[in-house]
């Protein structure tokens, strides 16, 4: 399976969303709102995980059937 940019763009999106969801962060900057916000969302990221992982072994499922016309789990 060749490499897909964007997937691992999505995969680094999840990646900090967890990071910043268990790294304690307190400012009261603009910047900091934007850091609570993102820490509000950090299940997100666990989300897209299971996302692209469904995703990833979905497609080589798909692949071995098309290519043996069975596929063994």
């Known amino acids: 399976m060749k490499r897909n940019l964007q997937l691992d763009f999505l995969r680094f999106c999840g990646v900090a969303l967890v ?7 307190h400012d009261s900057t603009a910047f900091g709102a934007i850091i609570s916000f993102l ?11 299971f996302m692209l992982s469904g995703y990833l072994i979905a497609s080589l499922i798909i692949k071995e059937y ?7 789990i």
């Open 19 to 25: 990071v910043i969801h268990h790294v304690p962060f």
């Open 39 to 49: 820490q509000t969302g950090g299940w997100i990221g666990v989300d897209l995980f």
């Open 66 to 72: 098309q290519a043996n016309q069975t596929f063994n």
